[in-house]
């Protein structure tokens, strides 16, 4: 049965002018979404109009500019619930954001006694800076286990904390591989219990479901404007307020200090402490379209619809032989992994590809879990509230066909 909300995503799709110039199926917004023309149009305009640098010079339009920079940065703390805009602290993307944090992080807190826990369902945005970060304090970094259906353990989790000298967890809010939603609240609060932080990779929950820092009592939190309708070139890091205040900048130059001295330096009050050289001025503008465009059809909605299409794909790949679900725990985010015996994940994209289907494929940037699951690569199929069930069908028609002639192949 089509959802109720199908008739108002199904107009929503006329607002994505590469999804309507296309003929193909789209099933890779986990990777990275398409874009509205409200966003499009903000940042054009903006170009065409009203460019100029902002937050140092006094002309008009720099200060019109300067507003609107201002103005993103409120639209989106307001949209995450942050206590104060001084707590977003505009990034280059996810990745960009988990470096910095953990950068800072290493030189205030971790020393050689320190631990680190990581859960094994890591995007290796959320790995490699970790790593990065033990090797530079002399910190240990252990892993926290997943279930067979793709879940975090809660009681690994808890045992690890309870073995003492945790400083920091980080963990995903949604898995780009399993799909697997994680509780942050009930982490935040085991960690916090055992005096550690909290680090959340949000790149695949800020799309798709109600963001409330207040709510998820974690430390920080990162997401990328690209995977949620925005531009590419800029993300988000928050943190409490108090914590950004301990921590040092780990970049520097223009517009992130106070006072200079040829031997020393001051800095300059948050947020800007944290931005160093001329910001993504453009791209936030164009994130903040990109909030508007989401509050305006509503997270919940969009939330509500993306699982009942995620539920949808699900059940008709099961009906293909051979086809292997990677990840199944629940509550899940719109997208599913798999695999199929026989038949390559590279081949499979391939062939879908020449079929008009855009999927997936590969290591998916988990290396460790899939070495942990005992795979290579995975096939990933990915929605977002501009997909339709007809997309959903037309996907398993083609990879029907693409596993029949697969299969045939390797038979002969």
């Excluded at 062939?351 to 460790?368: F, K, M, N, T, W």
Aim: glycine letters at 6%; aromatic letters at 8%.
């Amino acid at each position: 049965m089509k959802h109720h909300l199908h008739q108002r995503f199904l107009k929503a799709r006329e607002d994505f002018p590469a999804i309507m110039a296309s003929q193909s199926v789209y099933l890779d917004s986990a990777a990275t979404s398409h874009k509205p023309s409200a966003v499009i149009k903000a940042m054009s305009d903006f170009y065409e109009t009203g460019y100029a640098t902002v937050n140092r010079a006094v002309y008009r339009k720099a200060l019109l500019a300067t507003d609107l920079y201002n103005n993103a940065r409120e639209k989106i703390a307001r949209f995450i619930n942050a206590s104060s805009p001084s707590e977003v602290i505009f990034t280059k993307g996810t990745t960009d954001s988990i470096n910095i944090f953990a950068d800072s992080f290493s030189r205030s807190f971790l020393k050689p006694s320190s631990r680190i826990l990581v859960s094994e369902m890591e995007h290796h945005s959320n790995l490699i800076p970790w790593q990065i970060a033990a090797a530079s304090s002399g910190a240990h970094l252990e892993r926290i286990p997943i279930t067979p259906e793709g879940a975090l353990s809660l009681d690994a989790l808890r045992e690890l904390l309870s073995l003492g000298n945790v400083t920091v967890v980080a963990v995903t809010h949604c898995s780009n591989a399993l799909g697997t939603i994680n509780p942050i609240s009930i982490i935040a609060a085991m960690a916090h219990e055992y005096g550690a932080y909290l680090l959340v990779d949000g790149a695949q929950a800020a799309p798709h479901i109600p963001l409330d820092m207040q709510a998820l009592g974690c430390d920080a939190y990162a997401f990328s404007a690209h995977k949620m309708c925005g531009p590419t070139g800029i993300g988000v890091l928050w943190a409490r307020e108090s914590l950004l205040d301990s921590l040092p900048p780990t970049r520097g130059g223009g517009d992130m200090i106070d006072t200079v001295t040829f031997s020393s330096s001051t800095w300059a009050e948050l947020p800007l402490k944290f931005e160093p050289g001329t910001p993504p001025i453009a791209e936030a503008i164009g994130l903040g379209a990109a909030v508007d465009y989401l509050n305006a059809l509503s997270i919940p909605a969009i939330h509500e619809y993306e699982t009942e299409l995620s539920f949808y794909l699900t059940s008709r790949l099961l009906s293909i032989p051979s086809l292997q679900l990677v990840g199944t725990a629940l509550p899940r985010g719109p997208l599913q992994s798999f695999h199929i015996k026989g038949a390559h994940p590279l081949d499979i994209a391939t062939l879908l590809d020449l079929e008009g289907i855009a999927v997936r494929s590969g290591h998916l940037c988990c290396q460790p879990l899939l070495a942990r699951l005992s795979l290579t690569a995975l096939t990933r199929a990915s929605l977002a509230f501009y997909n339709t069930f007809d997309d959903i069908d037309r996907c398993v028609e083609a990879l029907e066909k693409v596993v029949k002639k697969l299969l045939y192949i390797q038979i002969r």
